[in-house]
Antibody, heavy 121, light 108 residues
């Protein structure tokens, strides 16, 4: 079964850091680009970041650029999101998502269950 | 940056047809994807590349994209279709994924 499982969420103070992980299984992780998408409470979906299969191409939303770092370890079938200088507006459920087509970035057919990040003092 | 505009809400009676629009500048030149999200759940892809349906998605779901508007159509609406729906594109000019603001579909 194709599966994505996020972990690492929690409560953190403004200005703090957190590292999210996404464990992939059931597919050839190293062939797919991967993505992080977040959803603030009661709000819509917001794309956060994308990384190509070999980490050659990395993209960030303007709201997180310079504060968040996406990375992956293909040997461990894992995706990461290092979040620094966290703000209250970063409070959200963070999903990892896999594109429907290997090598592409444009549409997501597999999503994890999400991990909640709360930034509050 | 590229902006996708959706109506905040759409209401429809059971058995009728719901149409949810997604507006964007020359969106017809892009591939549009649609997701359904029920409360407390992750999004589910229901339409991709404008009009294709993933396996397991009922034929009642269809999509069309032309000009400045993409449309998700749900025929013979059922109570179980009540959810938030999001359109999404890949904006190649910025290398960004863009989501619409979402539309809450209410089944009366």
């Amino acid at each position: 079964e194709v599966q994505l499982v996020e972990s690492g969420g929690g409560l953190v103070k403004p200005g703090g850091s957190l590292r999210l992980s996404c464990a992939a299984s059931g597919f050839t992780f190293s062939s797919y680009s991967m993505n992080w998408v977040r959803q603030a409470p009661g709000k819509g979906l917001e794309w956060v970041s994308s990384i190509s299969s070999s980490s050659n191409y990395i993209y960030y939303a303007g709201s997180v650029k310079g504060r968040f770092t996406i990375s992956r370890d293909n040997a461990k079938n894992s995706l990461y999101l290092q979040m620094n200088s966290l703000r209250a507006e970063d409070t959200a459920v963070y999903y990892c998502a896999r594109p429907a087509v290997a090598g592409r970035l444009d549409v997501f057919d597999i999503w994890g269950q999400g991990t909640m990040v709360t930034v509050s003092s | 940056s590229y902006v996708l505009t959706q109506p905040p809400s759409v209401s429809v009676a059971p058995g009728k047809t719901a149409r949810i629009t997604c507006g964007g500048n020359n969106i017809g030149s892009k591939s549009v994807h649609w997701y359904q999200q029920k409360p407390g759940q992750a999004p589910v892809l229901v339409i991709y590349y404008d009009s294709d349906r993933p396996s397991g998605i009922p034929e009642r779901f269809s999509g069309f994209n032309s000009g400045n508007t993409a449309t998700l159509t749900i025929s013979r609406v059922e109570a179980g279709d009540e959810a938030d729906y999001y359109c999404q594109v890949w904006d190649s000019s910025s290398d960004h994924v863009v989501f619409g603001g979402g539309t809450k579909l209410t089944v009366l």
